[in-house]
């Protein structure tokens, strides 16, 4: 059994859309991270800081995006979204999945609350080192670790949107916008959008908003 533990429109929706390239049984289980009151404490003994997204496969629970993404593909090779040990790509596919962690979210979150910083004071870097280098990866190669689609563009993709489309905080590129046109075009990332706006529309914090 899988348990996904996610809430709609957050860092869960890329799992969700990964889970959907797996093309595997899942069991959705809705945390709501915006309700009053906050997520209830028992949530802890499967995300210590009561965040989505979570896994818990056949009793090993996983936490961290990254290490969700990693941990699913190698799980699932038949979807071909993991380069295998020994593969040239495998460096690169796992560099571009934790940068997204490590690198691109802070250095947006930073952003968006305004913080001024050298380069040295945090271990994320500058934003414009991270803009300018994610538009170097992107405009030398169509996908996040070279020529092919891999589970490291779920994650890079799905950021990209939120902060660029909705949350304006990353700036408009040509080569972010071209990414994202080609992928928008996969059946999952469709399904996924269709789950996520559904579940979206059961939660109080979005009624009117969906």
């Not at 040990?85 to 930073?110: K, N, Q, S």
Request: hydrophobic share 40%; proline share 7%.
């Amino acid at each position: 059994m899988l348990k996904f533990y996610h809430a709609p429109w957050s860092r869960g929706s890329g799992v969700l859309w990964l889970l959907e390239e797996l093309g595997v049984d899942y069991k959705l289980i809705h945390v709501d991270i915006r309700a009053e009151g906050g997520v209830p404490e028992d949530y802890r003994k499967i995300q210590p800081n009561k965040k989505v997204p979570a896994i818990d496969h056949n009793g090993t629970i996983v936490t961290e995006r990254a290490a969700i993404t990693t941990y699913l593909a190698d799980e699932f090779p038949d979807a071909g979204l993991a380069p295998p040990i020994g593969d040239p790509m495998r460096g690169p596919y796992l560099t571009a999945l934790v940068y997204c962690d490590a690198v691109f979210d802070p250095c947006i979150a930073g952003r968006a609350h305004g913080l001024s910083y050298r380069s040295n004071d945090y271990s994320f870097g500058l934003f414009e080192d991270m803009v300018n280098y994610v538009e170097r990866r992107l405009t030398e190669n169509d996908f996040a670790a070279g020529d092919r689609f891999t589970a490291a563009d779920i994650q890079l993709a799905s950021g990209i949107g939120y902060t660029m489309v909705q949350l304006k905080k990353l700036p408009e590129r040509p080569a972010f916008k071209a990414y994202l046109e080609r992928l928008g075009e996969r059946p999952a990332w469709k399904r996924a959008q269709a789950k996520d706006y559904a579940l979206a529309k059961t939660v109080p914090a979005w009624e009117g908003k969906v």
